[in-house]
């Protein structure tokens, strides 16, 4: 038998390596900030470093992961089974049978979400008068007008600085 215990005192590691990886892949795939890898790169690195900080966040990744994990080996073999049953996976797959498993997908993360963020919605704790509240507010402020900045092309790219035609 193989000994994988020592893995899980890495879970932190690789919930940073999922996060940035597929907010790269998300940012890269859909160029919703333009082309620029080194904005792709800063952002997808801000977003995993505060998956990882925030503890209730690491919690949610590391309890959702399994359940994806386990979602999408039973996907796959669903779709095998029935692409071996049909011939072709291509009279399997019609939208609502994609649509029925980013639902169930969607139920997973929902349960896991409500499992890890249940407190939030106890009205006994006053979460929001805490300093750590004002102080992640305030973070994700600057964050995202840095992100601004840096979208519109004020990140001292080509066009920053140099203005005016030459004579």
Known sequence: ???????????????????????????????????????????????????????????????????????????TLILATAALVHGKLEDVMKPAVAWAFVGALLLVLLISAIHTFGYVFQPSKQWFAQPQVYTAILLFVIAGIAAFILAKGGGGGKDSGKGGKKG
């Open 1 to 75: 038998m193989i000994d994988l215990s020592g893995v899980a005192g890495h879970i932190e590691l690789f919930g940073f390596l999922l996060i940035f990886l597929v907010t790269y892949a998300l940012l890269a795939k859909t160029k919703v900030l333009g082309e620029n890898q080194f904005l792709h790169l800063l952002i997808s690195f801000t977003v995993a470093i505060i998956f990882v900080v925030v503890p209730p966040a690491t919690k949610f990744v590391t309890s959702t992961l399994p359940w994806a994990a386990v979602f999408f080996v039973v996907l």
